[in-house]
């Protein structure tokens, strides 16, 4: 029985495909206007503005890193509180 199910299955699920490919064919649809999209580029990608990087402002101890932007990490809050360090010792262009 599970085996009629799913040849069923496969034979609607073939179909649907056929139809959608026909439908995209028919109005000329991209992935975009169906709502896609591809990869797990954030939206800024996906709508063709390009990714900068930001550059590393604080390095810890270990290599860690951190831009400076958003939540301070664990490691440089942890300095901070427990051992009672200051930030601006992590900074990598000090002047």
Same mark, same amino acid.
């Given at each position: 029985?599970? @085996? /009629?199910?799913?040849?069923? %299955?496969?034979? #609607?699920?073939?179909?649907?495909?056929?139809? +959608? @490919?026909? &439908?995209?064919? #028919?109005?000329? &649809?991209?992935? +975009?206007?169906?709502?896609?999209?591809?990869?797990?580029? *954030?939206?800024?990608?996906?709508?063709? /503005? *390009?990714?900068? +990087?930001? *550059?590393? @402002?604080?390095?810890? *101890? =270990?290599?860690?890193?951190?831009?400076? %932007?958003? /939540?301070?990490? =664990?490691? &440089?809050?942890?300095?901070? +509180?427990?051992?009672?360090?200051?930030?601006?010792?992590?900074?990598? =262009?000090? &002047?």
């Amino acid at each position: 029985m599970e @085996k /009629k199910i799913e040849e069923t %299955r496969s034979l #609607e699920l073939a179909d649907a495909i056929a139809r +959608t @490919k026909e &439908l995209i064919a #028919e109005y000329g &649809l991209t992935a +975009t206007d169906c709502g896609f999209r591809l990869g797990s580029a *954030p939206a800024a990608m996906a709508a063709g /503005k *390009p990714r900068s +990087t930001v *550059p590393v @402002k604080y390095r810890g *101890p =270990n290599g860690e890193t951190w831009s400076g %932007r958003g /939540k301070a990490p =664990n490691w &440089l809050t942890s300095l901070e +509180t427990q051992q009672g360090r200051d930030r601006d010792e992590f900074l990598v =262009n000090r &002047l």
